[in-house]
T-cell receptor, first 113, second 114 residues
Framework: NAGVTQTPKFQVLKTGQSMTLQCAQDMNHEYMSWYRQDPGMGLRLIHYSVGAGITDQGEVPNGYNVSRSTTEDFPLRLLSAAPSQTSVYFCASSTTGTNQPQHFGDGTRLSIL | AQSVTQLGSHVSVSEGALVLLRCNYS??????LFWYVQYPNQGLQLLLKYTSAATLVKGINGFEAEFKKSETSFHLTKPSAHMSDAAEYFCAVSDRASGSRLTFGEGTQLTVNP
């Protein structure tokens, strides 16, 4: 079982560059989300989606865009990278519901120079 | 608004000793609570979850947590630590208002000494 797959695993960008972090899941989950993890701050929600064609902002959405054209894929776009976006990014998915555990990918480690 | 506080960003125990990782939540409605574990260079894995069926919840790898409404706590325990338990642990909360969205605590790094 592939579960949640994130690509790339590592990326270095220069300030001002744009890029897309890919996330795909093969569990037919309706709910998908993106988090960033920074030391001492836990995981903070960037954007989330409750189904294809539906996205919404989380706690820290500025500088990021998302779209959900299929159930399987939920890419995260950095429009103009800034050093403050240096972080580890995690994608997660679950069935819809308040008590459903989320399944996480292995993360993308992003450095902005 | 809901929030989670994990007391102690670093906890160190000896192998075989009791593990106690603290989590306090704030929620205006009945919460759903989770503990996740993160091993180095990996994503998060679910240890256990509380969904109001029972106040004492047993999870994987010998961990358990007790929901105490009067103390707004959901502390994670394990009677005897193993070296393989060394990891970062996260407490998270959701509720009916937030749906599937989770709010995470800051995390606790557990070190197990031989």
């Amino acid at each position: 079982n592939a579960g949640v797959t994130q690509t790339p695993k590592f990326q270095v960008l220069k300030t001002g560059q744009s890029m897309t972090l890919q996330c795909a899941q093969d569990m037919n989950h309706e709910y998908m989300s993106w988090y960033r993890q920074d030391p001492g701050m836990g995981l903070r929600l960037i954007h989330y989606s409750v189904g294809a064609g539906i996205t919404d902002q989380g706690e820290v959405p500025n500088g990021y865009n998302v779209s959900r054209s299929t159930t399987e894929d939920f890419p995260l776009r950095l429009l103009s990278a800034a050093p403050s976006q240096t972080s580890v990014y995690f994608c997660a998915s679950s069935t819809t519901g308040t008590n459903q555990p989320q399944h996480f990918g292995d993360g993308t480690r992003l450095s902005i120079l | 608004a809901q929030s989670v506080t994990q007391l102690g960003s670093h906890v160190s125990v000896s192998e075989g000793a009791l593990v106690l990782l603290r989590c306090n939540y704030s929620s205006s409605v009945p919460p759903y609570l989770f503990w996740y574990v993160q091993y180095p260079n990996q994503g998060l894995q679910l240890l256990l979850k509380y969904t109001s069926a029972a106040t004492l919840v047993k999870g994987i790898n010998g961990f358990e947590a007790e929901f105490k409404k009067s103390e707004t706590s959901f502390h994670l325990t394990k009677p005897s630590a193993h070296m393989s338990d060394a990891a970062e642990y996260f407490c998270a909360v959701s509720d009916r208002a937030s749906g599937s969205r989770l709010t995470f605590g800051e995390g606790t790094q557990l070190t197990v000494n031989p």
